[in-house]
Structures are given as structure tokens and as C-alpha cells.
């Protein structure tokens, strides 16, 4: 009767910290991007991280002063990009982007995307923070 219970404790315990992870790693818009700081960046994309909860996209935008700085642009999960039209070959290394977005509220070189329109006019569209994010 002891063991079953230990092993029932240790269960419970399992699922609670898996749980707790699961909410730790995955956020609000409100909690990490501010509304009221929108972004405009153009830059070269340097990678793409197909990945859930939220995929990445990185980018090298000059600044005012000439610096190369690298963006991190959190957009949906990748199959939510998928079913919005996004495709893994629409993103090489190289391709230069213009980006409209939410700066994280920490002031890093992070944003949350809401559009992307490459050099020859094509858009992606991500979404606005009223969406749900998944």
C-alpha cells in the first residue's frame, strides 16, 4: 500500500512540474511585447526556427549608427504559418525582408511579427496580438 502511494505521489509530482514548464515557457503577447511600441525593420534574414510554441525568424538590420544588430522575430507556431500560407523555402538565409511588428517589452532586439513583405512585394502575414497566438 506504501509503495503504490509513493508511486502516485511521484506521478502527481511528474505532471505537476511538466505542467508547470509547459506555462512557464509558453507567454502572453502583454507579458513580453509592448503594444505601444511598434517596429519597422528591414533586414537579411540569417535563420529560420520552424518550431512550437512560436517559430523564429532572425534578421541583421543596420542601425542608425552602421551596427549590424540581430533581430529575434517571434511570429506563430509553425503549423499555424503553415495553414497561413508560410512555406520553409519562402525564408532562405539571404533574403531580405521588411518586417512590422511589437517590440519586446525588456527593449532587446526582439519583437513579435505581425507582417513580413519580401524585397518583391510578397507579404506573409502573421497576425496582431488580439489573435490567439496559437
Given at each position: 500500500?506504501?509503495?503504490?502511494?509513493?508511486?502516485?505521489?511521484?506521478?502527481?509530482?511528474?505532471?505537476?512540474?511538466?505542467?508547470?514548464?509547459?506555462?512557464?515557457?509558453?507567454?502572453?503577447?502583454?507579458?513580453?511585447?509592448?503594444?505601444?511600441?511598434?517596429?519597422?525593420?528591414?533586414?537579411?534574414?540569417?535563420?529560420?526556427?520552424?518550431?512550437?510554441?512560436?517559430?523564429?525568424?532572425?534578421?541583421?538590420?543596420?542601425?542608425?549608427?552602421?551596427?549590424?544588430?540581430?533581430?529575434?522575430?517571434?511570429t506563430r507556431a509553425a503549423n499555424n504559418l503553415i495553414r497561413l500560407g508560410w512555406r520553409?523555402?519562402?525564408?532562405?538565409?539571404?533574403?531580405?525582408?521588411?518586417?512590422?511588428?511589437?517590440?519586446?517589452?525588456?527593449?532587446?532586439?526582439?519583437?513579435?511579427?505581425?507582417?513580413v513583405i519580401f524585397a518583391d512585394g510578397r507579404s506573409l502575414f502573421v497576425g496582431s496580438?488580439?489573435?490567439?497566438?496559437?
Open positions: 500500500m506504501r509503495s503504490s502511494l509513493a508511486v502516485s505521489l511521484a506521478i502527481a509530482g511528474s505532471i505537476w512540474a511538466i505542467a508547470a514548464v509547459n506555462a512557464y515557457a509558453h507567454h502572453s503577447f502583454a507579458a513580453q511585447f509592448d503594444r505601444d511600441r511598434p517596429v519597422e525593420l528591414m533586414g537579411t534574414v540569417t535563420e529560420m526556427k520552424w518550431s512550437n510554441p512560436h517559430a523564429w525568424i532572425y534578421i541583421d538590420v543596420v542601425d542608425a549608427d552602421g551596427k549590424v544588430v540581430n533581430w529575434a522575430l517571434e520553409r523555402e519562402d525564408l532562405p538565409v539571404g533574403s531580405k525582408l521588411e518586417v512590422d511588428g511589437w517590440q519586446a517589452r525588456n527593449g532587446t532586439p526582439t519583437a513579435s511579427i505581425k507582417t496580438p488580439e489573435q490567439s497566438a496559437q
